[in-house]
């Protein structure tokens, strides 16, 4: 018996990199009405047969998230009653991760509701690209595919980097995030250190000290997002301080919501390394250190390994 054909589809929050995944996978586009009635309901007609086909959606749930992640449920909710043989959600960005458990009284674990939602519409698997919070693939009764931009950052990284391994330094902008910059520094061969954050409020941080040797290395600050940048920015100027020669950063996902641009336009970072997950365009023209990598090849080949029913996990090795 022959495998499904393989169809991709898009929501209309990051159409240009699932285009691109088309391309690079050498299929077409699928052909599906994507829209917004005048009162601002999502609407959704698939203009093809896709009965017993392999369905793949990429639809990052980024802003406006609320819109995104309806829209990517009116789809779910299409294509399941057009009979496909299965439908898998590739949301390249996870929007609601970080909102993955009750850090304080009367408060949602949206992440959850996001996970009972997808199901429910009719998603038969999941993958994303480093999820903020990694256990929320225990959320999920269908198999999730946690997929790492680390090839496609780490690659350019090396093409970047001239100093000597032992003048570099990952660094970790809070606890949180010493797994994944051990993971890199491994790939690079150099040491770490971290940013131990003291907050006075949600966003407002009242002091940062560095624990490890920054001094008379280059910094390159290492996280999962970059949202308004206010850590990025603060942590960088403390790396200066603690004699650091130089400081860039690196990020999966470029939120880049509010102060963002201003913050990182202003601030020494010399270079912000980010890939387009999420749609960077206009925010490009206005930060000339934005740099965007496209993690369409990786997307796709992880598309053609779940189709093939090949190992994922062996991208990483």
Same mark, same amino acid.
């Given at each position: 018996?022959?495998?499904?054909?393989?169809?991709?589809?898009?929501?209309?929050?990051?159409?240009?990199?699932?285009?691109?995944?088309?391309?690079?996978?050498?299929?077409?586009?699928?052909?599906?009405?994507?829209?917004?009635?005048?009162?601002?309901?999502?609407?959704?007609?698939?203009?093809?047969?896709?009965?017993?086909?392999?369905?793949?959606?990429?639809?990052?749930?980024?802003?406006?998230?609320?819109?995104?992640?309806?829209?990517?449920?009116?789809?779910?909710?299409?294509?399941?009653?057009?009979?496909?043989?299965?439908?898998?959600?590739?949301?390249?960005?996870?929007?609601?991760?970080?909102?993955?458990?009750?850090?304080?009284?009367?408060?949602?674990?949206? $992440?959850? +509701?996001?996970? /009972? %939602?997808?199901?429910? #519409? !009719?998603?038969?698997?999941?993958?994303?690209?480093? @999820?903020?919070?990694?256990?929320?693939?225990?959320?999920?009764?269908?198999?999730?595919?946690?997929?790492?931009?680390?090839?496609?950052?780490?690659?350019?990284?090396?093409?970047?980097?001239?100093?000597?391994?032992?003048?570099?330094?990952?660094?970790?902008?809070?606890?949180?995030?010493?797994?994944?910059?051990?993971?890199?520094?491994?790939?690079?061969?150099?040491?770490?250190?971290?940013?131990?954050?003291?907050?006075?409020?949600?966003?407002?941080?009242?002091?940062?000290?560095?624990?490890?040797?920054?001094?008379?290395?280059? $910094?390159? +600050?290492?996280? /999962? %997002?970059?949202?308004? #940048? !206010?850590?990025?920015?603060?942590?960088?100027?403390? @790396?200066?301080?603690?004699?650091?020669?130089?400081?860039?950063?690196?990020?999966?996902?470029?939120?880049?919501?509010?102060?963002?641009?201003?913050?990182?336009?202003?601030?020494?970072?010399?270079?912000?390394?980010?890939?387009?997950?999420?749609?960077?365009?206009?925010?490009?023209?206005?930060?000339?250190?934005?740099?965007?990598?496209?993690?369409?090849?990786?997307?796709?080949?992880?598309?053609?390994?779940?189709?093939?029913?090949?190992?994922?996990?062996?991208?990483?090795?």
């Amino acid at each position: 018996m022959s495998e499904p054909e393989l169809k991709i589809f898009t929501g209309n929050s990051n159409p240009g990199l699932a285009q691109k995944v088309a391309k690079y996978l050498k299929v077409p586009m699928g052909d599906a009405t994507v829209k917004k009635f005048s009162d601002g309901e999502s609407f959704v007609r698939i203009n093809e047969n896709v009965r017993g086909r392999d369905v793949f959606i990429i639809q990052s749930t980024c802003s406006p998230a609320n819109e995104t992640l309806m829209e990517l449920l009116v789809m779910l909710d299409a294509f399941k009653r057009a009979s496909p043989d299965r439908i898998t959600v590739v949301m390249p960005y996870y929007g609601y991760a970080r909102q993955d458990r009750k850090d304080s009284p009367r408060t949602p674990i949206t $992440a959850r +509701l996001v996970a /009972d %939602l997808l199901q429910a #519409a !009719g998603a038969n698997r999941i993958f994303s690209l480093d @999820l903020h919070a990694p256990q929320i693939q225990g959320f999920y009764n269908i198999p999730v595919d946690h997929l790492f931009a680390a090839p496609v950052l780490v690659k350019r990284m090396q093409e970047i980097i001239t100093a000597p391994a032992e003048e570099i330094v990952l660094v970790s902008p809070d606890a949180g995030g010493v797994e994944r910059t051990r993971a890199y520094a491994k790939r690079l061969n150099c040491s770490i250190a971290i940013a131990d954050k003291r907050r006075d409020g949600p966003g407002k941080i009242a002091e940062v000290n560095i624990i490890g040797d920054v001094k008379d290395k280059e $910094a390159i +600050l290492l996280d /999962d %997002l970059v949202d308004t #940048a !206010g850590t990025l920015t603060k942590v960088a100027g403390v @790396l200066l301080d603690n004699g650091a020669k130089k400081v860039w950063a690196c990020a999966t996902h470029a939120v880049l919501s509010g102060p963002a641009i201003q913050r990182i336009n202003d601030s020494p970072i010399e270079r912000l390394l980010v890939t387009d997950t999420i749609p960077t365009d206009e925010k490009v023209k206005i930060c000339k250190k934005l740099e965007v990598l496209s993690v369409s090849e990786l997307l796709g080949d992880a598309i053609a390994r779940i189709h093939r029913a090949d190992s994922v996990s062996s991208l990483f090795v």
